[in-house]
């Protein structure tokens, strides 16, 4: 495995080590409180900028402010005028990107290839919700009433909506919150993760250059046990819209039920990614490998129960973590580097914890299987890309989401099986099949309870397409018609004719 050493990191105007203001009302304003927190470095531990520490106090003016938006001004705002924000916005997204992206790589870590490899998917995702603002309408409802009664359905914002977000892709995510947000009406709380609240607040700047009108897009940075219940809980908020653990998932459900808030959910997985013995190889190798290793295994949908088929599992198991060791390792910055850090020391400390337990369960570590501390390592949070081989179902790593560069492989031999093995999580976000033939393809995609299948590719994404999860990966879908639809309430309208 390759190590990226220490690389000169010009100071990106937006990390320079200053103090940033949370957004509220159109206004950069200090917390009420006054408390700041440190954002740093995950591959360096530098200092990046301290951040306005948000709590209940401020939630409570973002709340309001967003409420007088909602019913003042912006409910007179045309569809077309929404969409033109929203391009405007892609525009300057697109004009800034660069600098975006880096913003995002220094905050949580990921390489700059492949923060720069998102600019597709993120200025569609503007250009898609855009597309949506002037395609909202109810229906015309033939109904049986005795008489002439006419009925029809209005489709409305939901109202304030409280989107709270992760670390592991801030400019997405919060394009992601924000999108459908200004295209159907609604206007938005959103809090960043503490990890990595830059990229979100560079955002809130070009909203307001775009000519966001102010309350439609506040932005409080704070902690999750804080600004993030105070959000969850507040009875003036109408949606919550979260992305995050299933465990910080479930109590946002709690704290909904004050005031039955709408709540969408995007949470974790522990997806199977399913190589059949007559899948093309070559193709499946890098791909399997990088389902799990893209972004560190930080992503929701790494398909990181790795199923082989038993004919082809040693071998197909070796060629992936030989892959795995050629991988470079190193700070994100690099254009260099395929694997950055992990986001923090928390994460650091869970992810080297499984790499234990997967040891004491009785899996091999065939690549991998332990933190990289040489040289400017020794300053970030870089963990080995790692294949445990001869997993079983029940062990801990098969079963509970690692969130790091952790492919647990395991071999079966029935399809039938199969199924009900690679069904047997609690979870339920994303999936995949290796194989040339096409009917098993078809089946097992079925089988499959999962909100996505990925059959000979994986992590493809595209806004128009839903995205979200079964079971305990949540609920509602974020891209696509059905993303709109989340943020937006149906009214049935009767109207005696005669
Ligand atoms: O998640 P949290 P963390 C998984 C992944 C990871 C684990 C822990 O397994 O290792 O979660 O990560 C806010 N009320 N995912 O601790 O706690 C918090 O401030 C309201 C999967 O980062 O869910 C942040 O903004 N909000 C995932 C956001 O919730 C609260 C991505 C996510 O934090 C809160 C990230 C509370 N009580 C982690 N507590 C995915 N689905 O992609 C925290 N928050």
């Known amino acids: 495995m390759a190590v990226t050493q220490a ?35 995950p591959a360096t531990g530098e200092l990046l900028a301290t951040v306005a520490e948000g709590d209940a106090e401020d939630i409570n003016r973002a709340v309001a402010a967003a409420r007088r938006a909602f019913e003042g001004p912006w409910s007179k705002v045309k569809p077309y005028e929404r969409q033109g924000l929203l391009l405007k916005l892609a525009d300057l997204v697109e004009k800034n990107f660069e600098e975006l992206s880096q913003l995002d790589t220094l905050d949580m870590g990921a390489p700059i ?94 909203c307001m250059e775009a000519g966001v009108p102010p309350g439609v897009v506040n932005v409080v940075p704070g902690y999750g046990e804080t600004a993030g219940a105070a ?47 007559d899948a093309d190889l070559d193709e499946a190798v890098p791909g399997a490998a990088m389902a799990v290793f893209a972004n560190s295994g930080q992503i929701c949908s790494a398909g990181t129960r790795l199923f082989v088929e038993r004919k082809v599992y040693d071998e197909f198991v070796g060629r992936v973590a030989e892959f795995g060791k050629k991988l470079q390792v190193g700070n994100g910055i690099d254009p260099n580097t395929q694997i950055g850090p992990l986001v923090s020391k928390d994460q650091l400390e869970r992810v080297t914890g499984y790499l234990d337990i997967g040891q004491k369960e009785g899996a091999k570590a065939v690549a991998g299987g332990g933190r990289l501390t040489e040289g400017a390592l020794s300053k970030g949070f870089f963990v080995q890309p790692t294949v445990f081989a001869n997993v ?72 128009a397409v839903p995205f979200g999860g079964y079971k305990m990966s949540g609920y509602g879908r974020e891209s ?15 109207i005696k004719t005669a």
């Not at 304030?160 to 801030?170: F, M, R, T």
Request: proline fraction near 5%; charge should be neutral; glycine fraction near 10%.
């Open 7 to 41: 690389i000169p990191i010009t100071r990106h105007p937006y990390a320079d080590g200053s103090y940033k203001k949370m957004l509220i009302d159109g206004q950069w304003i200090d917390a009420a409180s006054g408390k700041r927190f440190e954002t740093h470095n």
């Open 113 to 206: 290839s492949r923060t720069r490899g998102n600019k597709l998917r993120v200025l569609g995702m503007l250009r898609y919700y855009a597309g949506q603002a002037t395609a909202l309408h109810g229906e015309t409802i033939e109904n049986s009433l005795p008489g002439e009664i006419f009925s029809y359905t209005l489709k409305e914002p939901v109202g304030v909506v409280g989107a709270i977000i992760p670390w592991n892709g801030p400019l997405a995510a919060t394009v992601w919150k924000i999108g459908p947000a200004i295209a159907t009406g609604c206007t938005v709380v959103l809090k960043p993760a503490e990890e990595a609240p830059l990229t979100s607040l560079r955002l809130a700047e070009l």
């Open 231 to 277: 959000l969850a809980s507040h009875p003036d908020v109408d949606k919550v819209a979260f992305t995050g653990s299933h465990v910080t998932g479930q109590s946002i459900i709690r704290a909904s039920a004050g005031n039955l808030k709408r709540v969408s959910l995007e949470l974790g997985g522990k997806s199977p990614d399913i190589v059949f013995a």
């Open 392 to 463: 079983q179902d029940n062990m801990r790593i098969a079963q509970e989401e690692i969130f790091g560069p952790v492919i647990s492989a395991i071999s079966f031999e029935d399809t039938d099986e199969l199924v009900k093995r690679a069904n047997a999580t609690t979870f339920g976000l994303g999936s995949g099949v290796w194989t040339t033939n096409v009917s098993k393809a078809h089946q097992v995609a079925k089988a499959l309870r999962a909100g996505s299948v990925w059959v000979n590719c994986y992590q493809a994404m595209d806004p």
């Open 480 to 494: 696509g018609k059905q993303h709109v639809e989340e943020y937006l309430n149906v009214k049935a309208v009767w």
